[in-house]
């Protein structure tokens, strides 16, 4: 791993120096955007286990304990038109900052889905653009659409963030109506308000599914060096 991260091959005295968290930021960067690239899953995990502990809320804990199935929801790369060029692991993908992707779907059911977005702690509505819910119908199709409901239209990250989760959850137009009642996209969702969801889903009456798909984003400057 280290030659193919750092473009060397390192001594007994640096592999000593990093079992004890004395290597530079440099190389530090070097690995983790390494891992990122050729192993989402196992970095995810990494920087999960050495994120600070955080409160379990009633939201949190609804999602550590609902299956969510990753194999439906996929990023696309609007410069490839087909899944990037990463193997990524089902949900888990990359993309650069600034490059358009789109959300592809293969819902389960009939119905409406609203996506979440997590950002540091904080949890959005993402728009599916132009909109909160968005209508969908059983199989694959765009989950990001353009105001006309037909082309795919794509979503953007231009501010350099590390990573995004986002989540889809699908059910009936009055299950969607309900959770995003006084929905506001540019503000995070109030804590109480989101502990509010396990609640209206569960008790909604309709059939309902839970998506995820985690985003790695990567600077643009580094592209042509690690590709």
Not at 137 to 142: K, L, M, N
Not at 149 to 173: K, M, Q
Request: with cysteine.
């Amino acid at each position: 791993m280290f030659d193919r991260s750092l473009g060397r091959q390192p001594g007994s005295d640096y592999l000593e120096n990093f079992r004890r968290g004395l290597n530079s930021r440099k190389d530090a960067h070097l690995i983790s955007e390494f891992l990122q690239k050729n192993f989402p899953q196992a970095a995810y995990e990494l920087r999960r286990s050495l994120a600070p502990a955080q409160v379990k809320t009633v939201w949190s804990s609804f999602l550590d304990n609902t299956e969510d199935d990753r194999q439906r929801l996929i990023i696309v790369a609007v410069k490839a038109g087909t899944p990037p060029v990463y193997r990524d692991p089902p949900g888990f993908s990359t993309v650069y900052y600034g490059e358009p992707f789109y959300l592809q779907f293969d819902a389960p059911f009939d119905g409406a889905a609203v996506c979440l977005r997590e950002d540091k702690g904080y949890w959005f509505f993402q728009p599916l653009p132009g909109r909160i819910v968005a209508n969908v119908h059983s199989g694959v199709h765009w989950l990001t659409r353009d105001e006309d409901d037909v082309s795919p239209a794509p979503l953007i990250v231009s501010d350099e963030r590390l990573a995004d989760s986002f989540y889809v959850v699908t059910g009936s137009n009055d299950l969607m109506a309900a959770l995003t009642e006084g929905a506001n996209p540019a503000f995070p969702i109030q804590e109480r308000r989101l502990d509010a969801f396990p609640t209206i889903i569960q008790r909604s009456g309709s059939a309902w599914s839970l998506h995820r798909v985690f985003v790695y984003f990567m600077p643009a400057l580094r592209r042509t060096q690690i590709d």
